[in-house]
């Protein structure tokens, strides 16, 4: 479609992926010599992103890697994870407040006995920004705030929940194995090695406004100068954080438009079939789920029938057998 565009558009990676195993909570982007190998029963987080013209679309899927449905705690949290996100897609809507979504997501979670891992935030994106000012946390913490805001229409969300079977505490293991980091635009500090003013005048070029890995840099200079650059703030690094060993960690994102007819949800995955040992019994849940997330049409015109194999706005809690789209 941009074909006959009279300038270059530019297209790319939005945001680097990422493959995040078991009780690892995100943002392992792993260099080439990496030798891990995945294991039947493991958890993967697979979470990436991409831009059209600086335009982003973010997406973030939890499977498991076997045959047949998932059951018990695994498929507690990532039940835990998907209904949290369904509520807060109906839950971010125009005229809405951020500190609501954050206190629906905590009930959903402690449903399924399950915590949500802190200092996960859901921002608003814009062209060329992945992390917009407006935000809503996954879950209230003293250490972590965002300023209390309203949703507006025409606005885009990147939601994003995390569940973990664990504390919800995670814990960075090893500085070493970051790998994705972002440009901070504010920051003029005068670089003193000259492999670390290198480095950013790379990045300023190949990666201005997304997030980048390091495996898209020539890795010594990069060994070389990322140190430098992230001690003075110029590049903002994506921590690869824990929870102890033995817990899992279930990731759902997905990105969402606030429409004048409603809210579309433009990325998603399917989920493999479930069996939680929790059910939803909550009525405010129950409520919750039963939102639409398109505005019905007025005028007073009879309702037409729905065809045949047309999806309902509305979510299902994930309980036992269940199947539903992420």
């Known amino acids: 479609m941009y074909k006959n565009a009279k300038k270059k558009i530019d297209r790319g990676v939005a945001f680097p992926t990422c493959v995040s195993v078991n009780n690892v909570v995100g943002h392992f982007s792993p260099l080439a010599g990496d030798e891990s190998v995945l294991e039947e029963g493991d958890m993967v987080k697979i979470d990436m992103g991409c831009h059209i013209d600086g335009f982003i679309a973010l997406v973030g899927h939890t499977h498991v890697i076997q045959e047949g449905p998932v059951t018990g705690r695994k498929a507690d949290v990532i039940a835990a994870a998907n209904t949290a996100a369904e509520v807060a897609l109906r839950l971010v809507r125009p005229g809405k407040k951020n500190h609501a979504v954050t206190e629906a997501i905590q009930k959903v979670a402690d449903a399924y006995d399950c915590k949500i891992v802190e200092g996960v935030i859901s921002h608003q994106m814009k062209q060329n920004v992945i992390d917009g000012s407006k935000s809503f946390l996954s879950v209230s913490t003293p ?9 507006e229409e025409n606005e885009v969300y990147a939601i994003d929940i995390v569940a973990s079977t664990g504390d919800g505490k995670p814990k960075l293991l090893d500085e070493k194995q970051t790998t994705i980091y972002r440009k901070d635009e504010s920051i003029h500090y005068q670089l003193k090695m000259k492999a670390s003013r290198s480095l950013i005048s790379e990045v300023k ?36 954080l824990y929870e102890k060993a033995g817990d899992v960690v279930a990731q759902i994102k997905f990105t969402v438009l606030l429409m004048p007819n409603g809210s579309d949800k433009i990325t998603s995955h399917t989920l493999q079939e479930l069996q939680p040992t929790k059910t939803i019994d909550d009525p405010e849940i129950k409520g919750w789920l039963a939102l639409g997330i398109k505005k019905k049409k007025g005028g007073g015109k009879k309702k037409k029938a729905k065809k045949a194999g047309e999806a309902s706005t509305e979510a299902e809690p994930m309980e036992a057998s269940s199947n539903a789209e992420a």
């Open 143 to 151: 250490e972590t705030r965002v300023d209390d805001t309203e949703f």
């Open 205 to 240: 070029e190949r990666f201005p406004h997304m997030p980048f890995t390091s495996r898209s840099l020539e890795e010594k200079r990069a060994r070389l100068g990322l140190v430098e650059c992230v001690n003075h703030g110029h590049l903002q690094p994506y921590p690869v």
